[in-house]
């Protein structure tokens, strides 16, 4: 009797809370309006400062090590504002490898973080399964093919990454169409359909591999995921994509958060179920393969940081898709920090760090149970 009443109970309390979230009201409860709101400020404050000292820390550290004092010179040279703080010039050597090669590099980590992160959480919230990835609908095996077919058909430096890009995002919409049911998409049926996909054109791009052995050591590394091949162009390109996709993403977090709920819930609350699953579908997908064209398959980001987010600032979607894009943004600065330094002179691939911190942790929260 008294698991029945703690259960209504705490149904209720979730009744309420989206009640509240449909009448759009911001401070749905003084407790929120209190303390809560206060940890949360801490929270993002905190990560921005952790960003910008990861920032500082991607420009300075490397083969070469640039002093901190130098990378702040460098960056504000051309603002006599700050130069009056930081004064003094700048080698010409330092100064092209800050913006030549570090520069770009540093953003285009922070940009693929925070686009995989709020990608993850997204995909987390739309199949109410904590499980899912920003490769649950088979995106990356989809790239990964592209990639294999432009280096065989298409050799150049863009190729590979327009081809990943496009592979990635036919992927998505191949999967999308074989889900639709009389104008739904089942979420079990899409799940399904990913998987189905992503193995097929994983088996197709492990045939291109065997057939042309010899061409295929950038596709390998490629696979493994890194940005030792970052510039300004795949930086630019993309951008838009996932600065575009985590503004959507995160338009759409009330409805998220209703349709936590289950799908019948959120339509007898108003939400336009299959509308909100098509557009979060699309952004997720375009936010995934701009990410895999210009960095690779760099795996557990979108699948660990949002759980790592969400032990702290809770399940709200409104609160919890910035702090994970904050967050992915961080992480994977930091371990390419790790992947530049750990074997110095040489490289490490990103996607082996992110493995090796995200795999513990995945376990841990397996056997915690804790989301």
């Known amino acids: 009797m008294r698991t029945f009443a703690r259960g209504a109970e705490q149904e209720l309390r979730k009744e309420v809370f989206t009640v509240e979230f449909v009448d759009g009201q911001r401070n749905f409860s003084k407790k929120i309006k209190g303390s809560s709101m206060t940890a949360r400020n801490t929270v993002f404050s905190f990560l921005?400062?952790?960003?910008?000292?990861?920032?500082?820390?991607?420009?300075?550290?490397?083969?070469?090590?640039?002093?901190?004092?130098?990378?702040?010179?460098?960056?504000?040279?051309?603002?006599?504002?700050?130069?009056?703080?930081?004064?003094?010039?700048v080698k010409e050597g330092y100064l092209v490898i800050l913006f030549n090669l570090r520069l770009p590099r540093v953003l285009l980590c922070v940009l693929v973080g925070a686009g995989l992160a709020c990608a993850g959480c997204c995909m987390q919230g739309l199949f109410r399964n904590p499980m899912a990835s920003p490769y649950v609908i088979g995106i990356s095996s989809g790239a990964s093919f592209g990639a294999a077919l432009a280096l065989l058909i298409l050799p150049g430096i863009f190729s590979l990454p327009f081809a990943a890009f496009v592979s990635g995002v036919g992927t998505a919409f191949l999967?999308?169409?074989?889900?639709?049911?009389?104008?739904?998409?089942?979420?079990?049926?899409?799940?399904?359909?990913?998987?189905?996909?992503?193995?097929?054109?994983?088996?197709?791009?492990?045939?291109?591999?065997?057939?042309?052995?010899?061409?295929?050591?950038?596709?390998?590394?490629?696979?493994?995921?890194?940005?030792?091949?970052?510039?300004?162009?795949?930086?630019?390109?993309?951008?838009?994509?996932?600065?575009?996709?985590?503004?959507?993403?995160?338009?759409f977090s009330r409805d998220l958060n209703i349709m936590q709920l289950g799908e019948e819930s959120a339509i007898t609350l108003g939400v336009e179920v299959e509308l909100v699953k098509g557009v979060l579908l699309v952004?997720?997908?375009?936010?995934?393969?701009?990410c895999v064209s210009v960095s690779g398959v760099i795996g557990f980001v979108g699948l660990i940081i949002p759980h790592l987010t969400r032990l702290f600032v809770g399940p709200d979607h409104r609160v919890l898709i910035?702090?994970?894009?904050?967050?992915?943004?961080?992480?994977l600065a930091g371990c390419d920090i790790l992947a530049r330094t750990v074997v110095s002179p040489a490289e490490l691939p990103v996607g082996i760090i992110t493995s090796c911190f995200g795999a513990p942790f995945f376990i841990y929260l397996l056997t915690r149970r804790r989301w």
């Open 48 to 89: 921005g400062v952790a960003l910008v000292v990861v920032f500082l820390l991607g420009l300075s550290v490397g083969s070469v090590n640039i002093p901190l004092s130098v990378v702040l010179k460098g960056i504000t040279k051309g603002f006599p504002f700050f130069r009056s703080f930081t004064g003094g010039e």
């Open 322 to 331: 910035p702090a994970s894009s904050l967050v992915g943004g961080i992480f």
């Open 283 to 290: 952004l997720s997908s375009l936010i995934v393969a701009a």
């Open 175 to 251: 999967v999308y169409r074989i889900s639709q049911v009389k104008g739904k998409i089942p979420i079990e049926r899409l799940l399904l359909s990913g998987i189905a996909v992503g193995f097929f054109f994983s088996a197709v791009t492990s045939f291109l591999m065997y057939i042309a052995a010899q061409d295929m050591h950038r596709l390998f590394f490629w696979i493994m995921g890194g940005f030792w091949a970052s510039s300004w162009i795949r930086l630019f390109v993309a951008i838009p994509f996932i600065g575009f996709g985590i503004p959507g993403i995160f338009f």
